[in-house]
């Protein structure tokens, strides 16, 4: 897996990786991070800033359970809706930066816009994940945030570079395609007899 300067903390990433306990979300994490370097090195020129690895993987392990859910089918695409209801709006794609990074209201435009309605879901999940890790940190901001019963709170942590929005949901939607192996892992995954997934 090469790795370009653009694609930084990389053996950060790695440890993280290793902290996983789960054995399938480790595998599914590590999938979808080597996926990505490969859909950067097929075309740089879709990453506008340099993408911290290592926040990625956070935000991939934080909700990597709820993605695998969508895409089996086992939970409700719920409050992103279906289909989303609003049309995504218009984006002046010179003034899509703010404190939390670059190309979000871009990112999300791709994402109500996906022709499947659970990966759909899955990329929301995602770059609502890294929006809230880093408003958290925003002392100007006030956030509310409730958990689901079971849900470890997110852990704010920034990335060392803007965050690159739409690249990360371009890239996890290409590892995400049906038959690649990180949604075959996820879709796999059955609940087990006490609730947990396996």
Request: proline content about 9%.
């Amino acid at each position: 897996m090469s790795l370009d300067s653009y694609l930084i903390e990389k053996a950060r990433a790695d440890e993280l990786i290793a902290a996983i306990e789960d054995p399938t979300e480790r595998l599914v994490v590590k999938l979808l991070l080597e996926a990505t370097v490969e859909f950067y090195n097929t075309d740089p020129s879709r990453l506008q800033s340099s993408f911290d690895l290592a926040f990625f993987v956070e935000v991939l392990a934080a909700r990597i359970d709820e993605v695998g859910q969508l895409l089996s089918q086992i939970v409700p695409v719920g409050h992103w809706g279906e289909p989303y209801p609003e049309p995504p709006s218009p984006v002046d794609v010179s003034r899509d930066s703010s404190p939390v990074g670059i190309r979000k209201r871009q990112a999300f435009n791709y994402a109500v816009t996906h022709h499947d309605r659970w990966t759909q879901g899955a990329l929301l999940t995602l770059t609502s994940e890294a929006d809230l890790k880093q408003v958290m940190l925003i002392p100007t901001l006030r956030v509310t945030h409730h958990h689901p019963s079971g849900r470890k709170p997110t852990v704010a942590g920034a990335p060392s570079q803007p965050f690159d929005f739409l690249f990360m949901v371009m890239a996890v939607d290409h590892a995400l395609r049906p038959g690649q192996p990180a949604r075959r892992l996820l879709e796999d995954r059955t609940p087990a007899s006490d609730g947990r997934r396996r």
